[in-house]
Nanobody, 117 residues
Framework: QVQPAESGGGVVQAGDSLTLSCSVS?????????VSWYRQVPGKEREVIGTITWDAGSRHYADSMRGRFTIYRNYHENRAWRHMNGLKPEDTAIYYC?????????WGEGTQVTVSS
């Protein structure tokens, strides 16, 4: 089964940009698989940032995330990224990569992003 793994988190300053990577092991992302990015702030529910459909490359973003976040994928490297602009302290969270294949979902362990003011 596919297993996503996030990387690229860390401590950044407000206003910085950051790109997180989601690499996939155990298989290949294919066809109608969907790769999504989520984030979770301690004490709050996990929220979706956006989704990219693997083959078509079509992107959908949560309304609250539109504009500062961009999701893209490298079809041949079996890897997806999420780029964030204009980071704010309220963007501090654990960011997760999720792969949905039919009715199954696969989660990475997350990567912490801390935005200092």
């Amino acid at each position: 089964q596919v297993q996503p793994a996030e990387s690229g988190g860390g401590v950044v300053q407000a206003g910085d940009s950051l790109t997180l990577s989601c690499s996939v092991s155990g298989g290949t992302v294919v066809g109608d698989d969907m790769v999504s990015w989520y984030r979770q702030v301690p004490g709050k529910e996990r929220e979706v940032i956006g989704t990219i459909t693997w083959d078509a490359g079509s992107r959908h973003y949560a309304d609250s995330m539109r504009g500062r976040f961009t999701i893209y994928r490298n079809y041949h490297e079996n890897r997806a990224w999420r780029h964030m602009n204009g980071l704010k302290p309220e963007d501090t969270a654990i960011y997760y990569c999720n792969i949905q294949r039919d009715s199954d979902e696969y989660w990475g362990e997350g990567t912490q992003v801390t935005v200092s003011s």
